[in-house]
């Protein structure tokens, strides 16, 4: 398979466009410099602005789960609780992380379904600690109520802990307005980076509560991060490559403007459910009136008719990779980003290739339907 110019239409990592991979070819230099700093300070500010918040933010070298288990092992003392809402596999995750700290409260919903909000606010009520939730459900491309979360959670004065590493840059994530005590980000989604680096927005009140917590993971210690931050360092050798990669990532979303990108991610993954729907292949996730359908990754049942590796391999063949479901859902569903640096090329391209291979298996009779769906869409 030739990798130098396959198009990875996965949910992450995505494709790193050129500008983003010649910036992690500068020197390496001194992490306790003046220039470190000016690196360091810009991404926290840039960050901040896509986080919309004014919040601390930390920047992590580890890829997004070093973000999870930072919040959760930082803000849970053994004997206290998080509440984890679980609809996918990322869900899946907080909930062992909480285990592993604390005690996790699991609300869980069968993968694709809505969370159950009435459980969460009952297990609130009950005096449990914080509440971690991810946003943007990568495994089933569904969006889940952050806003409304964060609210239970203020509501109960627990802390709010969400995942936003696939829709933080991609999605609209009001981090301040939705009292998101820690949201996570990672690098390899919507910020088009590659993997390895996690950045955390931290607020007043979790740093507060971090005073009380006293078994915390060391590397991952954000009173040290914070310590480090304010001097315009990290506490340990931080990936210095990452942190070009990084700031060349956030000036690229900077110039776009976040309404932009927003708008494009959305369109991205408006264009894909066009197009299924043109082509007569059901979406995945069941979403009610407080959650949705992903911008930024699209879900769809396998179509009656050809297998996903059969799928998979003739798209490949073409040089164009597509992801499928994860844990019990492989080989019933498959999944196509809509993230980071994408262009309507490439959506219009996956789509085309994927109503061919379709074609081909006789499982979409009406050729050019989904194309055309998708194309008029982009167009719009
Ligand atoms: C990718 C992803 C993660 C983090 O995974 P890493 O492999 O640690 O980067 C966490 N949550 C969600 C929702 C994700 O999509």
Known sequence: MNIEDTLIMIPGPVPVVPRILRAMAKPVINHRGEEFADLFGECRALFADM????????LLSGSGTSGMEAAVGNLINRDETVVTPVNGKFGERFRDIGRLYGNAVPIESEWGY????????????????????????????????AKEVGKLARKHDALFIMDGITSIGGSEVLVDEWGVDIAILGSQKCIGAPPGFAAVSVSKR???????????????????????????????????????????ALRIAHEEGLPARMQRHAAGAAAVRAAAGAMGIEMFPEPDELSGYSDTVTAMKVPPGIAFDQMKKEMLAHKILIAGGQA????????????????????????????????????????GAGIEAAGSVLAA
Not at 51 to 58: E, G, S, V
């Open 328 to 367: 019990h859902l492989k080989g019933n569903i498959f999944r196509i980003g809509s993230m980071g640096n994408f262009g309507p090329k490439d959506i219009l391209i996956t789509i085309q290739m994927l109503e061919s291979v379709l074609h081909r298996h006789g499982v979409v009779s009406d050729f």
């Open 206 to 248: 979790a740093f507060e509560k971090m005073e009380d917590v006293h078994t915390f993971p060391y590397y991952l210690d954000l009173k040290a991060h914070k310590k480090s931050a304010d001097k315009g360092q990290t506490p340990y050798t931080p990936s210095i490559p990452l942190f070009y990669a990084v700031q060349e």
């Open 51 to 58: 986080f919309q918040t004014k919040n601390d933010i930390l």
């Open 114 to 145: 809505p969370i159950d909000l009435d459980r969460v606010a009952a297990a609130l009520e009950e005096g449990a600690d914080a509440v971690a939730m991810v946003h943007n459900e990568t495994s089933v491309g569904m969006l889940n109520p």
